[in-house]
Protein backbone atom coordinates (compact mmCIF):
# COMPACT_ATOMS: atom_id res chain seq x y z
CA UNK A 1 0.00 0.00 0.00
CA UNK A 2 1.03 3.41 -1.08
CA UNK A 3 1.78 5.61 2.20
CA UNK A 4 3.01 8.58 3.77
CA UNK A 5 4.26 8.46 7.73
CA UNK A 6 3.96 11.27 10.00
CA UNK A 7 7.76 12.24 11.46
CA UNK A 8 8.50 13.84 14.86
CA UNK A 9 12.03 12.94 14.96
CA UNK A 10 11.45 10.93 18.10
CA UNK A 11 11.34 7.09 18.10
CA UNK A 12 7.41 6.18 17.68
CA UNK A 13 7.27 7.61 14.77
CA UNK A 14 10.68 6.45 13.92
CA UNK A 15 10.21 3.08 15.03
CA UNK A 16 6.23 2.77 13.25
CA UNK A 17 7.81 3.96 10.25
CA UNK A 18 10.15 1.02 9.93
CA UNK A 19 7.82 -1.59 10.87
CA UNK A 20 5.34 -0.07 8.36
CA UNK A 21 8.04 -0.46 5.73
CA UNK A 22 8.67 -4.29 7.09
CA UNK A 23 5.13 -4.83 6.99
CA UNK A 24 5.76 -4.04 3.05
CA UNK A 25 4.34 -0.41 2.71
CA UNK A 26 5.51 1.75 0.23
CA UNK A 27 6.46 4.48 2.13
CA UNK A 28 6.28 7.45 0.11
CA UNK A 29 7.41 10.42 1.88
CA UNK A 30 7.89 11.53 5.76
CA UNK A 31 5.74 14.54 6.75
CA UNK A 32 7.11 16.47 9.28
CA UNK A 33 5.21 19.27 10.77
CA UNK A 34 6.59 22.55 11.75
CA UNK A 35 5.35 25.34 13.55
CA UNK A 36 3.76 28.34 11.65
CA UNK A 37 7.36 30.27 12.22
CA UNK A 38 8.90 27.18 10.47
CA UNK A 39 12.00 26.65 12.48
CA UNK A 40 10.79 24.21 15.41
CA UNK A 41 8.82 21.05 14.73
CA UNK A 42 5.21 21.30 15.99
CA UNK A 43 5.76 18.68 18.95
CA UNK A 44 9.25 18.14 20.19
CA UNK A 45 11.12 22.00 20.15
CA UNK A 46 13.32 20.53 17.65
CA UNK A 47 14.71 23.32 14.76
CA UNK A 48 13.51 21.97 11.26
CA UNK A 49 17.00 21.81 10.15
CA UNK A 50 17.58 19.29 12.52
CA UNK A 51 14.78 17.48 11.60
CA UNK A 52 15.67 17.82 7.69
CA UNK A 53 18.89 16.38 7.90
CA UNK A 54 18.07 13.64 10.39
CA UNK A 55 14.97 12.71 8.05
CA UNK A 56 16.91 12.60 5.37
CA UNK A 57 19.52 9.99 6.23
CA UNK A 58 16.34 7.66 5.91
CA UNK A 59 16.16 7.64 2.25
CA UNK A 60 12.89 8.40 2.09
CA UNK A 61 11.43 12.23 0.70
CA UNK A 62 10.41 14.33 3.41
CA UNK A 63 8.11 17.23 3.15
CA UNK A 64 8.08 19.76 6.34
CA UNK A 65 4.45 21.71 6.69
CA UNK A 66 3.93 25.02 8.91
CA UNK A 67 0.42 23.76 10.75
CA UNK A 68 -1.47 26.49 12.56
CA UNK A 69 -2.59 26.15 15.73
CA UNK A 70 -6.30 27.42 14.69
CA UNK A 71 -7.45 25.02 12.04
CA UNK A 72 -5.23 22.02 12.24
CA UNK A 73 -7.79 19.19 11.24
CA UNK A 74 -8.76 21.28 8.18
CA UNK A 75 -5.23 21.99 7.18
CA UNK A 76 -4.01 18.27 7.69
CA UNK A 77 -7.07 17.17 5.56
CA UNK A 78 -6.60 19.70 2.70
CA UNK A 79 -2.34 18.07 2.70
CA UNK A 80 -3.89 14.36 2.78
CA UNK A 81 -6.46 15.04 0.08
CA UNK A 82 -3.44 16.36 -2.34
CA UNK A 83 -1.42 13.30 -1.74
CA UNK A 84 -4.91 10.75 -2.61
CA UNK A 85 -5.22 13.45 -5.51
CA UNK A 86 -1.38 13.56 -6.49
CA UNK A 87 0.26 10.08 -5.43
CA UNK A 88 -2.25 8.10 -4.60
CA UNK A 89 -1.82 7.19 -1.12
CA UNK A 90 -4.06 4.64 0.61
CA UNK A 91 -2.65 5.29 3.83
CA UNK A 92 -0.92 6.89 6.66
CA UNK A 93 1.26 5.85 9.54
CA UNK A 94 0.80 7.27 13.06
CA UNK A 95 3.17 6.23 16.05
CA UNK A 96 0.42 6.60 18.84
CA UNK A 97 0.84 3.77 21.52
CA UNK A 98 -2.80 4.04 23.52
CA UNK A 99 -3.75 7.73 24.33
CA UNK A 100 -7.40 6.45 23.31
CA UNK A 101 -8.24 10.14 22.50
CA UNK A 102 -5.68 10.23 19.77
CA UNK A 103 -6.96 7.21 18.33
CA UNK A 104 -10.30 8.77 18.26
CA UNK A 105 -8.69 11.52 16.10
CA UNK A 106 -6.80 9.69 13.89
CA UNK A 107 -10.20 7.16 12.89
CA UNK A 108 -12.53 10.42 12.56
CA UNK A 109 -9.64 12.54 10.00
CA UNK A 110 -8.62 9.10 8.08
CA UNK A 111 -12.77 7.50 7.86
CA UNK A 112 -13.43 11.23 6.41
CA UNK A 113 -10.33 11.39 3.99
CA UNK A 114 -10.77 7.75 3.03
CA UNK A 115 -7.62 6.18 4.44
CA UNK A 116 -6.39 3.92 6.39
CA UNK A 117 -5.03 4.48 9.74
CA UNK A 118 -1.93 2.51 9.87
CA UNK A 119 -0.79 2.38 13.82
CA UNK A 120 2.14 -0.59 14.16
CA UNK A 121 2.58 0.54 17.78
CA UNK A 122 -1.59 0.72 19.04
CA UNK A 123 -2.04 -1.38 22.16
CA UNK A 124 1.25 -2.34 22.79
CA UNK A 125 2.94 -2.75 26.15
CA UNK A 126 5.10 0.36 26.34
CA UNK A 127 7.83 -1.51 28.26
CA UNK A 128 7.97 -3.99 25.96
CA UNK A 129 8.02 -1.69 23.13
CA UNK A 130 10.79 0.24 24.67
CA UNK A 131 13.11 -2.62 24.77
CA UNK A 132 12.29 -3.69 21.25
CA UNK A 133 12.98 -0.67 20.04
CA UNK A 134 16.34 -0.89 21.74
CA UNK A 135 17.09 -4.00 20.74
CA UNK A 136 16.55 -2.96 17.34
CA UNK A 137 19.43 -0.95 16.89
CA UNK A 138 17.49 2.42 17.45
CA UNK A 139 19.51 5.22 19.06
CA UNK A 140 17.78 7.78 20.58
CA UNK A 141 18.25 10.54 23.18
CA UNK A 142 16.03 12.94 25.25
CA UNK A 143 15.30 15.96 23.90
CA UNK A 144 12.65 17.55 26.11
CA UNK A 145 10.86 16.61 29.20
CA UNK A 146 7.63 17.87 31.48
CA UNK A 147 9.07 19.60 34.22
CA UNK A 148 7.11 18.17 36.90
CA UNK A 149 7.98 14.87 35.53
CA UNK A 150 11.62 15.19 34.96
CA UNK A 151 14.13 17.35 35.71
CA UNK A 152 16.96 19.06 33.20
CA UNK A 153 19.80 16.67 34.00
CA UNK A 154 17.42 14.26 32.04
CA UNK A 155 18.03 15.89 28.98
CA UNK A 156 20.51 14.63 26.67
CA UNK A 157 20.07 10.94 28.20
CA UNK A 158 20.51 8.11 26.09
CA UNK A 159 17.26 5.72 25.78
CA UNK A 160 18.79 2.38 26.70
CA UNK A 161 17.57 -0.08 29.62
CA UNK A 162 19.26 1.58 32.05
CA UNK A 163 17.39 4.72 31.83
CA UNK A 164 14.02 2.43 31.70
CA UNK A 165 14.76 0.94 34.89
CA UNK A 166 15.82 4.39 36.38
CA UNK A 167 12.56 6.69 35.21
CA UNK A 168 10.63 4.68 37.84
CA UNK A 169 7.18 3.10 37.52
CA UNK A 170 5.16 6.46 37.42
CA UNK A 171 7.03 7.67 34.30
CA UNK A 172 5.58 5.86 30.81
CA UNK A 173 8.90 3.94 29.18
CA UNK A 174 7.91 5.54 26.10
CA UNK A 175 6.62 8.81 27.32
CA UNK A 176 3.45 8.07 25.57
CA UNK A 177 1.72 11.53 28.21
CA UNK A 178 4.71 13.53 27.05
CA UNK A 179 6.63 12.89 29.95
CA UNK A 180 9.80 13.20 27.41
CA UNK A 181 10.61 13.27 23.75
CA UNK A 182 13.17 11.71 21.95
CA UNK A 183 15.72 12.74 18.84
CA UNK A 184 16.66 9.52 17.12
CA UNK A 185 20.23 9.33 15.54
CA UNK A 186 20.74 6.25 14.65
CA UNK A 187 19.02 2.76 13.49
CA UNK A 188 18.42 0.46 10.63
CA UNK A 189 15.79 3.01 9.10
CA UNK A 190 19.23 5.46 8.67
CA UNK A 191 21.84 4.98 5.82
CA UNK A 192 24.07 6.77 8.70
CA UNK A 193 24.35 7.67 11.78
CA UNK A 194 23.03 11.70 12.03
CA UNK A 195 26.16 13.78 13.15
CA UNK A 196 24.84 16.48 15.49
CA UNK A 197 25.87 18.02 19.02
CA UNK A 198 24.11 19.48 21.54
CA UNK A 199 23.77 23.17 22.59
CA UNK A 200 21.62 24.38 25.27
CA UNK A 201 18.86 24.24 27.82
CA UNK A 202 15.72 26.04 27.85
CA UNK A 203 13.07 26.03 30.49
CA UNK A 204 9.55 27.02 28.46
CA UNK A 205 6.27 26.68 29.78
CA UNK A 206 6.62 23.93 31.71
CA UNK A 207 9.11 21.89 29.75
CA UNK A 208 12.95 21.73 29.25
CA UNK A 209 14.08 21.32 25.86
CA UNK A 210 17.67 20.74 24.78
CA UNK A 211 19.15 22.52 21.36
CA UNK A 212 20.25 20.18 19.00
CA UNK A 213 22.66 21.45 16.44
CA UNK A 214 23.37 19.58 13.30
CA UNK A 215 26.92 19.27 12.24
Known amino acids: MKVISLWSAGKDSCFACYKAIGSGHDVLALINFTQT ?3 ESLSHGLSSDAILKQAKLTGIPVVQKAMPKEGYRDEFKRLISEWKDKKGIQGIVFGDIYLQEHKDWIDGVCRELNVEAIMPLWGRDTRELAAEIIDSG ?4 VVSTRAEFLGEEWLGCKIDKRFIEEIGPEIDPCGE ?3 FHTFVYSGPIFKEPVKFR ?3 KILKDNHWFLEIIPD
Open 138 to 141: FKTI
Open 177 to 179: KGE
Open 37 to 39: NGR
Open 198 to 200: TGG
